[in-house]
């Protein structure tokens, strides 16, 4: 049901919208069969003149089935549905398949930072390439993030991948996610992270092959203009007297130098 | 005991309860009602600021960036100190008050047939504690720097740092507040149990104690075993904003995740906290109006036995993608979904309890019945979110909001409205308008409804939380989510519109009502057979007890109840 609201663009999406159909299926089925119970009961039993109600302790067994059986039943369903995580969650968070890219993400109040790591699929070397705001990877390739914050908690979230990881400061959280459809998307802080938390989004694109080698090279020499920078002109409003970035020490200020 | 000395008991006990000059008898009161009262006109009133809150920030999601009509512009910083207070506000100062230092107080002396709390001057200190809190959490929206702005799950560093928060004062006095209030319910958890355990009536076993008041005790016991992480927490959070120690701050080798685990170890509990005293007011109130004995009182009891003991092993579900260890989450998978077992018991139990009832509806069975049908709604919600793969996709989205609104609202709001129409004629003597009543009753139910119904489907679009302004992502911005967000904030307008007809109601009820009888909804508890409203100490003569609180429409009886206190022919 998701993929009508959402675009369905990492390999593992589909894994997560399957487990939304199941478990909707199974509590839908619980839902729509306790809330009969309930509207029938409150039909059927409503007061009539003349008609005294039964006297039921719901202490013997002839009795106590009828909420037995039924709750039986849930516990075997619960257990369907946590095999059923269990694998999904094994497969995303738990695993790392052998990486093809490699990427860094930092995130600061309020803003995102990326380092692609390049050609060599290493970080911190010569070739990496530093944007803010605007992440850019190839279709059909598995990627790697280290997940950083600079100063308190954010959150990586990428609806379309059905992707969402916490950023802690002074930790380093790797996870991975593999994109299957060329496209530009959200990507938001999805952990409250202070005055600026509702603008803290960023774009990521999905590109070809093609594509993005000629992006790539187009940010190395400065003539890319970046999702971030085409923003910057636009309707956003958001009071220009509230920025507190500290010139000294920024990230931000000191990636956009890079350019 | 016997009769006789229950009889010689209460001689002399009538003799205490002289009439008090007006300072002593609603100022700085003992009585337990009077103290019980006055948490839930607190409460009350902090549920306007909360709704009030409510209506400012949906109004800026609906129209970003308008100035809102009696508030004015929400900007950013502004949005979040409204977010943040509005859950804080309806969670520890509407909730918990209300539902369970209110009716807690109001409702344990009167239904186990005592003329007062063990300790009534511990209680009235609890209460100071409690509006002394209220003030502090007041006071914060006005310093400089404004209101907290953290969320109310206050994560550091933000929280604890005041350059990331840039709230400096108002994040102090927020977790002041918060922390003081514990205290206050601390002194009130004490009293209750105490209470239960000591002061019952003669001849009233442990089966025997109606499952409100058991229920409020069982969520006393949960919370009291699991705020004191959590108050440590507060105290080490406070230390890191105020004397610069780094308990969560990483740069001086503390741990960020450090206050989560704290934060929902307490956290978890208190989800039950609240919604066990709901559930024993709804059963209390299902039972009398559908003139049925409870469907299997031992069962529905030990369901909230094992609901509470499980609630203790389910907090990393909160934290599932915080950055802890991802092979933990499926420990917590299990357990929370475990959850669901004894929860879907007591369900059932309460529908069962319908079953060849004579149901009459009446506005606090209409409360009742609608708190079933939408914690229903909650309850199985929570199963998506239990599984920690979706999770991954559902964290701090709509979907979890949405969630949630739907467990607290019924908890809270229709809990709280549930007990209030129910208990009016003993707590003020007359009778509320039922017209009136269910003319709120729909007015408050269908937009609830209307509300967080379509919340879900945002949240299946990607929404996040305490965004805001959506219009600042392409995905979000476009129309036809932004009618979904226009829809839910114009029912919540109508909601709270329909809430001028409670308060007209209740003030107008509580003056110019009818007058009400000892006895109306003819129940069978103990607190139904003294005066409406009860003197001070409660009974002339202290009731002794004799069954059941549920014994409805016994066979070969004319009468279809059969008081507590009724001695067997």
Known sequence: ?259 | MSQATAAVQTDTHAEHHEELSFLYKYILPVDHKIIGMQYIFTGMIMAIIGGYFAYAFRMQLAFPGELVPLYGLVGPGEYNMLVTNHGTIMIFWVAMPVLIAGFGNFLIPLMIGCDDMVFPRLNRLSYQIFLVSTLVLITSFFVAGGGFGGAWTSYPPLSSVAEYSLTDWGASLWILAVALEFVSFLLGGINFITTTMNARAPGMKWMDIPIAVWFIVVAVILFMASVGPLVAGAVMLFMDQRLGTTFFLPSGGGDPLLWQHLFWFFGHPEVYVVLLPTMGIVADIISVFSRKKLFGYRTILYTAFATGGLSFIVWAHHQFIAGIDPRVANVFVVTTVLISIPLAEMMFSYIATLYGGSIEFKTPMLWALSFLASFLIGGVTGIYLGASALDIYFHDSYFVLAHFHYTFFPITIIGMFAALTYWFPKMFGRMMNETLGKIHFWGTFVPFNCIFLPLFLLGLAGQNRRVYNFQNYPDLAKQELQDIRIFATVSLIVLLLFQFVFIYNFFVSMFKGEKAPNNPWNANTLEWSTSSPPPHGNFKILPTVYRSAYEYSVPGREKDYWPQNEPPE
């Not at chain 1, 849930?74 to 490699?102: E, F, G, S, Y």
């Not at chain 1, 279709?139 to 908690?153: A, G, I, M, P």
């Open chain 1, 1 to 259: 049901m998701i993929e009508y609201f959402v675009h369905r663009a990492s390999s593992f999406a589909g894994d997560i919208d399957n487990l939304f159909l199941v478990i909707t299926l199974i509590i839908g089925f619980w839902f729509f069969l306790t809330f009969g119970a309930l509207v029938y009961l409150i039909i059927r039993f409503r007061r009539k003149e003349g008609v005294k109600a039964q006297y039921i302790a719901g202490e013997k067994h002839s009795e106590t089935k009828w909420t037995h059986y039924p709750h039986y039943a849930v516990i075997a369903m619960d257990v369907v549905i946590i095999a059923i995580n269990i694998m999904v969650w094994v497969d995303i968070k738990q695993t790392l398949p052998p990486r093809d890219n490699l990427v860094r993400i930092i995130g600061q109040q309020w803003s995102w930072s990326f380092i692609h790591a390049g050609p060599d699929g290493e970080l911190d070397t010569q070739d990496d390439v530093a944007t803010v705001n605007d992440l850019h990877v190839q279709t059909d390739k598995t990627y790697h993030f280290e997940l950083q914050s600079r100063d308190v908690l954010h959150n990586f979230s990428v609806p379309a991948f059905r992707l969402r990881q916490d950023a802690v400061p002074g930790r380093t959280i790797s996870g991975w996610f593999k994109p299957t459809k060329t496209g530009t998307y959200d990507l938001q802080c999805a952990e409250m992270c202070g005055y600026g938390h509702g603008i803290m989004g960023a774009a990521i694109t999905v590109h070809s092959e093609e594509s993005y080698n000629t992006t790539m090279a187009q940010i190395q020499n400065g003539t890319y203009e970046s999702h971030f920078q085409k923003r910057k002109g636009t309707k956003t409003k958001f009071p220009s007297n509230t920025s507190k970035v500290d010139d000294e020490d920024s990230f931000a200020v000191l990636l956009a130098s890079v350019f």
